[in-house]
């Protein structure tokens, strides 16, 4: 669960803070065109920039209990690539954020106005580099050429949010000349507004009329995002704006404080009654070991409680507005159904009426930036999970996370520090990795090879852990023919040629089993034909596959989120009278416990049958920037390796 609701109940507890209301811009609020900047020829932060932003202007208020975003961003195009890149905008968004009263215009050099349309606004989903998915409106800016200049505005609402630990983003994919924020803080005896800037220096905060106050930053660089570089708040340049008691703290009193307020705050919240009780040693049953009695627990909460918030639990929009809002855990219970904090609560609850010592832990989100507990704000720890004292470990468990198998977390959440509340003495401890084989890409083909290269067969792909939640998430919301496409798509982005059919998809909703794959392909010319001799790749799921890191240079970490394992058994029959004419395998490989790498091949029987398998394993998260040729050299070895190719040579008769 994110934690966030819950959380809410802690911060209620220690902090209020608003922002004076303002008034919403009008269709006509658009500021005057500096005729210099119609005229303009060159960018003026990077010489090589395709498009550069003039101004982009931010007011950030409290409106009807929601935190907006009020945006404006001016742009110049210069080249054909600026064109390109800037007619289509995205503005990204993730969970309940609302993207409203998008507005846009193209000024062309005369100064004629073309003004972007609403019927032009369109909702997608996008897959960034990082691999997140995040929800986008989406528009073309009308008339863009070189020299033009394109500007628009949009609102970001935060529905049910305030301004503490509020994020204020200084760099886009195109450099910026002037990046302003307009904030008006609340006035709270004891505590005022602090301001944390990351991978810059701290701009200063000046006044402005009616308590406002702005704060800017000149020149900023583009940011362009990386394959797999660490998360965006952990690269970018940003300032984080949060409410703080005037009183310093060091780190470590500042946590053991709120270590302490939290578990004050959360003990009552996790109360059991009489159906509880009576609820939890019926699930337990027989179950005599704790492991035995928390996984089922565990997957009572999983399954049988359905999560609101959830977009995949078949729950309408009228469904959802009916639905009783949950008290206690008690409540959810007897509803059958909550919030990711509702269900989590109730595991708490029952894992507590059967004897487990049981918190709520607090920790950060290593998708959203790495925690640190050095800096004495919240921000860092606003994921909060049930953990569970078994013997003298401590044990993390995330059963309102609809995919996320019994003894482990989402990616996000592993190997971080966790603060377990404590009415005396909080403590930290980090949140387990799941090792390589708990995610595992186990995929298995048997085909037949025809005289002309065509390789035909049947084929199963099986995701277990990480890779099967990823799966699962990317797929439950999806008809079955979606499912399928999705499928083919993925094959033939590869093998241009593959035909798919008979295709059957399995455990796309069951939280405990792996999601699998079956199909049958027929992949024409995969092999090459050249008079008697068969060129074939015989590492079928990775043919057609690009090398992970192409670029020369690399100016993030190197950061993988999860560790995983590829095993790959391939079985292909060979057509009469051809025999395997170049036995080598590629050289495995081994370094340290980072990374693993084999392969074997053989033939069974008089040339019937040839046999592949493939075992690739990598066992690290991050690595500083200055790995990246090494980190990039093994990659191009695996890549070198997995395009590996064999010979078969037709025989002559009696051979």
């Given at each position: 669960?994110?934690g966030?609701?819950l959380?809410?109940?802690?911060?209620?507890?220690?902090?209020?803070?608003?922002?004076?209301?303002?008034?919403?811009?009008?269709?006509?609020?658009w500021?005057p065109v500096?005729p210099?900047?119609?005229?303009?020829?060159?960018?003026?932060?990077?010489?090589d920039?395709?498009?550069?932003?003039?101004?982009?202007?931010?007011r950030?208020?409290?409106?009807?209990?929601?935190?907006?975003?009020?945006n404006?961003?001016?742009?110049?195009?210069?080249?054909?690539?600026?064109k390109e890149?800037?007619?289509?905008?995205?503005l990204?968004f993730?969970?309940?954020?609302?993207?409203?009263d998008?507005?846009?215009?193209?000024?062309k050099?005369?100064?004629?106005?073309?003004?972007?349309?609403?019927?032009?606004?369109?909702?997608r989903?996008?897959?960034?580099?990082s691999?997140?998915?995040?929800?986008a409106?989406?528009?073309?800016?009308?008339?863009?050429e070189?020299?033009?200049?394109?500007?628009?505005?949009w609102?970001?609402?935060y529905?049910?949010d305030?301004a503490?630990?509020?994020?204020?983003?200084?760099?886009?994919?195109?450099?910026?000349?002037?990046?302003r924020?307009h904030?008006?803080?609340?006035e709270f005896?004891?505590?005022?507004?602090?301001?944390?800037?990351?991978?810059?220096?701290?701009?200063?905060?000046?006044?402005?009329?009616?308590?406002?106050?702005?704060?800017?930053?000149?020149?900023?660089p583009?940011f362009?995002e990386?394959?797999h570089?660490?998360?965006?708040?952990?690269?970018?340049?940003?300032?984080?704006?949060?409410?703080?008691?005037?009183?310093?703290?060091?780190?470590e009193?500042?946590?053991?404080?709120?270590?302490?307020?939290f578990?004050?705050?959360?003990?009552?919240?996790?109360?059991?009654?009489?159906?509880?009780?009576k609820t939890?040693?019926?699930?337990?049953?027989?179950?005599?070991?704790?492991?035995?009695?928390?996984?089922?627990?565990y997957?009572?909460?999983q399954?049988?409680?359905?999560n609101?918030n959830?977009d995949?639990?078949?729950l309408?929009?009228?469904?959802?507005?009916?639905a009783?809002k949950?008290?206690?855990?008690?409540?959810?219970?007897?509803?059958?159904?909550?919030?990711?904090?509702d269900?989590d609560?109730?595991?708490?609850?029952?894992a507590?009426?059967?004897?487990?010592?049981?918190?709520?832990?607090?920790?950060?989100?290593?998708?959203?930036?790495?925690a640190?507990?050095?800096?004495?704000?919240?921000?860092?720890?606003?994921?909060?999970?049930?953990t569970?004292?078994?013997?003298?470990?401590?044990?993390?468990?995330?059963?309102?996370?609809?995919y996320?198998?019994?003894?482990?977390?989402?990616?996000?959440?592993?190997?971080?520090?966790?603060?377990?509340?404590?009415?005396?003495?909080?403590?930290?401890?980090?949140?387990?990795?799941?090792?390589?084989?708990?995610?595992m890409?186990?995929?298995?083909a048997?085909?037949?090879?025809?005289?002309?290269?065509?390789?035909e067969?049947?084929?199963?792909?099986?995701?277990?852990?990480?890779?099967?939640?990823?799966?699962?998430?990317?797929?439950?919301?999806?008809?079955?023919?979606?499912?399928?496409?999705?499928?083919?798509?993925m094959?033939k982005?590869?093998?241009?040629?593959?035909?798919?059919?008979?295709?059957k998809?399995?455990?796309?909703?069951?939280?405990?089993?792996?999601?699998?794959y079956?199909?049958?392909?027929r992949?024409p010319?995969?092999?090459?034909?050249?008079?008697?001799?068969?060129f074939?790749?015989?590492?079928?799921?990775?043919?057609?596959?690009?090398?992970?890191?192409?670029?020369?240079?690399?100016?993030?970490?190197?950061?993988?989120?999860?560790?995983?394992?590829?095993?790959d058994?391939?079985?292909?029959?060979?057509?009469?009278?051809?025999?395997?004419?170049n036995?080598?395998?590629?050289?495995?490989?081994?370094?340290?416990d980072v990374a693993?790498?084999?392969?074997?091949?053989?033939?069974?029987?008089?040339n019937?049958q040839?046999?592949?398998?493939?075992?690739?394993?990598?066992?690290?998260?991050?690595f500083p920037q200055?790995?990246y040729?090494?980190?990039?050299?093994?990659?191009?070895?695996v890549h070198?390796?997995d395009?590996?190719t064999i010979?078969?040579?037709q025989?002559?008769?009696?051979?």
């Open positions: 669960m994110t966030r609701l959380l809410r109940a802690w911060f209620a507890a220690i902090l209020f803070i608003g922002l004076a209301n303002l008034p919403a811009f009008a269709g006509d609020d500021k500096d210099a900047h119609l005229a303009m020829k060159a960018p003026m932060v990077e010489p920039a395709d498009a550069e932003a003039i101004f982009w202007d931010v950030v208020d409290d409106q009807d209990r929601d935190l907006v975003f009020t404006y961003i001016r742009i110049k195009i210069f080249t054909e690539r600026g890149s800037q007619s289509q905008i995205d990204t993730l969970g309940n954020v609302k993207v409203k998008i507005a846009g215009r193209t000024i050099a005369d100064g004629t106005i073309i003004e972007l349309k609403k019927d032009a606004i369109f909702e989903t996008i897959v960034k580099l691999g997140l998915k995040y929800k409106k989406s528009f073309a800016m009308p008339g863009v070189p020299g033009v200049i394109i500007e628009y505005r609102r970001e609402i529905p049910f305030n503490d630990n509020v994020r204020l983003q200084f760099q886009r994919d195109i450099p910026v000349q002037l990046v924020y904030i008006k803080p609340f005896i004891s505590r005022g507004m602090r301001a944390q800037t990351f991978n810059a220096s701290e701009p200063k905060f000046s006044r402005e009329k009616d308590g406002f106050y702005a704060t800017e930053m000149t020149n900023m583009a362009h990386e394959a570089m660490p998360p965006e708040d952990q690269v970018r340049t940003w300032t984080l704006l949060y409410y703080i008691k005037d009183v310093k703290q060091k780190p009193d500042y946590w053991r404080e709120n270590g302490k307020t578990y004050n705050v959360l003990k009552p919240m996790m109360k059991a009654n009489d159906d509880i009780k939890a040693a019926q699930v337990i049953g027989d179950a005599t070991t704790p492991e035995q009695k928390l996984e089922r627990l997957t009572y909460c399954t049988k409680i359905k609101v959830d995949a639990n078949g309408t929009a009228e469904d959802r507005k009916k009783k949950n008290e206690s855990p008690a409540d959810t219970l007897k509803h059958g159904m909550g919030t990711g904090s269900i609560l109730l595991f708490a609850a029952m507590s009426t059967a004897g487990f010592d049981t918190r709520i832990a607090l920790m950060g989100d290593r998708s959203r930036m790495f640190d507990f050095s800096f004495t704000s919240t921000y860092f720890v606003r994921q909060a999970i049930v569970v004292k078994v013997g003298n470990d401590w044990r993390f468990f995330e059963p309102s996370s609809a996320c198998p019994f003894g482990m977390l989402r990616w996000r959440l592993e190997g971080q520090q966790a603060l377990i509340p404590d009415s005396k003495e909080p403590v930290f401890v980090r949140t387990p990795l799941s090792p390589p084989e708990k995610s890409e186990k995929r298995t048997s085909l037949k090879l025809d005289t002309d290269g065509t390789l067969g049947d084929a199963t792909i099986e995701y277990t852990g990480h890779l099967a939640m990823e799966k699962k998430e990317d797929n439950d919301e999806g008809s079955q023919e979606q499912r399928e496409q999705n499928l083919r798509d094959i982005a590869r093998l241009s040629t593959a035909e798919v059919s008979n295709i998809i399995e455990n796309v909703t069951d939280p405990t089993k792996p999601f699998i079956r199909f049958h392909v992949v010319g995969y092999a090459e034909r050249t008079g008697k001799r068969l074939l790749q015989p590492a079928f799921f990775e043919r057609g596959l690009p090398v992970l890191f192409s670029s020369g240079a690399r100016k993030h970490q190197i950061y993988f989120h999860y560790f995983w394992q590829e095993e058994a391939v079985t292909i029959n060979l057509p009469p009278g051809f025999a395997l004419d036995p080598d395998a590629p050289a495995p490989f081994k370094i340290n693993q790498y084999s392969v074997g091949m053989k033939v069974i029987g008089k019937e040839f046999v592949y398998h493939r075992n690739w394993m990598f066992n690290a998260l991050i200055q790995s040729a090494g980190i990039k050299q093994v990659f191009e070895m070198q390796s395009n590996h010979t078969f040579k025989q002559a008769a009696g051979q």
